[in-house]
């Protein structure tokens, strides 16, 4: 994982986990544009071995996804952050996800004990990219 990307290793607590990831990445390429960096995929470098479980549950775990990601989208590229810090952009993005239902205020709280134990440990948030 990238230096320069740590700071979007958190992960929402207020959604189910089979939706935490996800809206994280989302979340997270938002910001990483603004600093000239991008999430890579690739395939699974192991085998996954499914336990018995009931499809109709992960749905319904899942549903958010289905019903607030196009929202979502929407929102993320119209976002005009006013910070000229990344990680007051991180606490913008987060107060918008807030305000848009697709996290709890815990998650809000928890981004901005996030940015302030990063920025005590020493973190340097990367530079933005100059025009973003």
Request: overall charge negative.
């Amino acid at each position: 994982h990238a230096y320069d990307a740590l700071w979007g290793l958190l992960l929402p607590c207020t959604v189910h986990g089979r939706v935490t990831d996800i809206w994280r990445a989302y979340f997270t390429q938002r910001l990483l544009w603004d600093v000239g960096l991008r999430i890579g995929f690739a395939t699974p470098w192991v085998n996954h071995m499914r336990n018995v479980h009931t499809y109709l549950a992960d749905f319904n775990s899942e549903l958010a996804l289905y019903q607030q990601s196009g929202a979502l989208v929407d929102a993320l590229l119209a976002w005009r952050p006013t910070s000229p810090s990344l990680a007051g952009r991180l606490e913008e993005l987060y107060v918008l996800m807030y305000e848009m239902n697709i996290v709890g205020l815990e998650d809000l709280q928890l981004a901005q004990a996030w940015i302030g134990d990063l920025i005590d440990l020493g973190y340097r948030f990367p530079p933005l990219v100059k025009g973003k």
